[in-house]
């Protein structure tokens, strides 16, 4: 069917543009400030820069989140269209990883950067300190979530590529 196609095209663009958004944003502008102003706490001049790092970061990650639910509902057309069973199980798996990991974790997120990073950032002035606490809180977030994600999305474009049979 042709519709297929054009579908699986929308389902990998999506999945480029959900998995690499955030990347470049993250490592070479968020992550750089935060180390900068970790080994230079007086400069008053890189503080300005993180606030300002953390603002264009969380609409960064609109991108991201705009991307991943079209990704979800390209996949679940394909699974229709495809005639997919979870008998494939590269599928499977893959579908374990995406609902018990990637859904849980990009809700946690959605609301770090789009519900706590917006309030806590216009209440700067009047309550800095709900301000570093809500950031420490991303920071956690991302440092934790960062070494799982950079194993776990290879492992499902692997998975839906190669489609290996595990068995
Ligand atoms: C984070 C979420 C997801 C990522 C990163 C992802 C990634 C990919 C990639 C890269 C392909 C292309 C493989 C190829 O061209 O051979 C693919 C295919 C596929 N995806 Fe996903 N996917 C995701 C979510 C889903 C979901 C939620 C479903 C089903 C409910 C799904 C069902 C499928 C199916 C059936 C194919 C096979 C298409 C084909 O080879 O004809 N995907 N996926």
Redesign the pocket.
């Known amino acids: 069917m042709a519709a297929?196609g054009y579908v699986?095209f929308f389902?990998?663009f999506f999945?480029a543009m959900?998995?690499m958004s955030a990347v470049g944003a993250y490592i070479f502008y968020l992550r750089a400030t935060i180390f900068e102003v970790r080994d230079n706490p007086e400069n008053e001049e890189l503080k300005k820069r993180l606030v300002w790092a953390y603002e264009q970061f969380d609409k960064t990650v609109i991108l991201e989140h705009i991307a991943f639910p079209l990704?979800?509902i390209t996949?679940?057309i394909?699974?229709y269209l495809?005639g997919?069973s979870l008998a494939q199980h590269w599928?499977l798996v893959?579908?374990v990883i995406?609902i018990g990991f990637?859904i849980p974790l990009e809700l946690l997120d959605i609301w770090i950067s789009h519900i706590l990073g917006p309030r806590i950032t216009r209440r700067r002035n009047e309550f800095p300190d709900e301000w570093n606490s809500g950031r420490a809180l991303h920071l956690k977030f991302l440092l934790k979530s960062s070494p799982m994600i950079r194993i776990t999305?290879p492992i499902?474009?692997l998975l839906?590529?190669a489609?290996p049979v595990l068995w």
């Open positions: 297929y699986k389902h990998i999945m959900w998995a990704l979800l996949g679940a394909l699974y495809g997919w599928l893959k579908l995406v990637f999305v499902v474009i839906a590529a489609k």
